[in-house]
């Protein structure tokens, strides 16, 4: 059985189709803005990462916490259906194989949860962040907030992801 209400469910389906979320834009405009050309929603790539920047070696995911299962973070709860469950643990096992697969093809990959673009002083310094690890990082894979540092009540943290 569903649990979802007629809305929670069309917003989750309006998740899965749209191919331009809020946050992959906000994303996009502030990395065109700093001087980044990168491709978008690149069909050749695993996953179809959201942007991809072939100058840099690198492609960035932006992740909404419920779709694709941020754990830790407060804006995700593994719903008690069965259905839903298994979506969800599907969408992150592919998520998981499209990174790997990628960082095997000499990709960097950087994952942005929505959960982190929520306050205005907090995005800017996230688009801070992000510009620096494009340019220099060295890492293969790198995500917003830190994996380690997601389970906590950070401040600041959008309620509308
Ligand atoms: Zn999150």
């Known amino acids: ?43 050749r790539y695993p996953g179809r990462p959201d942007i991809v920047l072939p100058k840099y070696h690198a492609v960035i995911f932006v992740n909404g916490c419920f779709w694709h299962g941020h754990e830790g973070c407060r804006h995700f709860v593994m719903p008690q259906s069965e259905f839903w469950k298994e979506k969800i643990e599907k969408n992150k096992e592919r998520d998981e194989r499209n990174i790997a697969s990628l960082i095997a093809s000499g990709w960097r990959v950087i994952v942005i949860w929505e959960c982190t673009l929520g306050r205005k002083e907090d995005f800017i310094s996230l688009i801070q962040a992000l510009a620096d690890e494009i340019r220099k990082g060295k890492n293969s894979y790198v995500s917003f907030p830190d994996d380690e540092v997601r389970s906590g009540n950070e401040p600041g943290i959008s309620p509308d992801c």
């Open 1 to 43: 059985m569903d649990v979802f209400t007629p809305e929670e469910r069309s917003y989750v389906m309006s998740k899965i189709h749209g191919k331009d979320t809020r946050g992959e834009v906000l994303v996009r405009k502030s990395l065109f803005s700093l001087g980044f050309r990168f491709r978008k929603n690149d069909k």
